[in-house]
């Protein structure tokens, strides 16, 4: 029998059982998709044609209405721009994209081994909201009305460090958003701009912790995938998912 046909029903020999729908087109993952500003995206990426079994979760984008969104530790950020050479994204909280007030009174965190800020682009803006400053007058300059469902529709931005003001101390709730330095420093300006220094967001490096499974998977000619199921990375041959070297073992 020829060496050729015995190596290749060795490899055939190593498939794998994954919790991947039964009639799912593996296959598809060799597929890239397009959503508003971003072109040709693939893994670790998924979404519109790329099945979430063609990465990593942490990774899915959702298109909505032609505008890609991200989740990260239970929120939604809009991809403003993705640079998958430096590996850095540029994102925007969804829930304050159309008004500096949300429900969502939580930070902005990125403690994952996934994502992780950019330090030399980004700083913390901190928000108060639910401040009962009825008395103060004249209005500061980083004051703004937000109805939300608090005591009090007083709310107030600070840059950088946050002071022990009395003012802060009435407030119910405060949190950290991060944005572009060079956008504080338009900010520190003109006050006026805070909805804008919102939405030009601010970046992310993000790092894929399966890149060395990937890349054995592509040294043998196979499609890089993920199994959320055993939260593993799993290697597509053809239509079906394989470990012809077993490469992924030791995981």
């Known amino acids: 029998m020829h060496p050729f046909f ?14 991947f729908p039964s009639k799912a087109n593996l296959s598809n993952c060799s597929l890239a998709f397009d959503c508003g500003p971003l072109r040709n995206l693939s893994y670790p990426f998924t979404g519109g ?4 079994y063609c990465g990593p979760p942490e990774f899915h984008i959702n ?8 989740s990260i ?13 430096r590996r850095n994204l540029k994102l925007a909280r969804s829930d304050l994209w159309s008004s500096t007030c949300t429900d969502k009174l939580f930070n902005s965190t990125m403690e994952s081994q996934f994502f992780a800020y950019n330090d030399s682009d980004d700083m913390d803006v901190s928000i108060f909201y639910g401040c009962n400053s009825t008395n103060t007058t004249p209005k500061l300059s980083n004051w703004f009305h937000c109805n939300n469902n608090l005591a009090f529709n007083n709310s107030y931005y600070l840059i950088g460090p946050v002071p022990l003001e009395p003012i802060l101390s009435t407030c119910e709730i405060g949190i950290t958003v991060p944005i572009l330095k060079t956008t504080a420093a338009k900010l520190v300006a003109n006050r006026s701009l805070f909805q804008e220094a919102i939405n030009e967001g601010f970046t992310v490096n993000y790092t894929n912790p399966y890149d060395n499974q990937c890349a054995q998977c592509l040294g043998i000619n196979g499609l890089c995938g993920f ?3 055993s939260s593993r990375p799993v290697c597509i041959c053809g239509n079906r998912v394989c ?3 077993g490469i992924f073992n030791s995981l």
């Open 73 to 85: 530790s239970s929120l939604s950020y809009r991809v403003l721009q993705l640079d998958p050479v």
């Open 63 to 70: 298109c909505v209405n032609d505008s890609p969104e991200l």
């Open 227 to 229: 199994d959320s199921g």
């Open 243 to 245: 470990d012809p070297a």
């Open 49 to 52: 044609s790329r099945p979430a």
């Open 6 to 19: 015995l190596l290749l029903c060795f490899f055939n020999s190593f498939e794998i059982t994954t919790s």
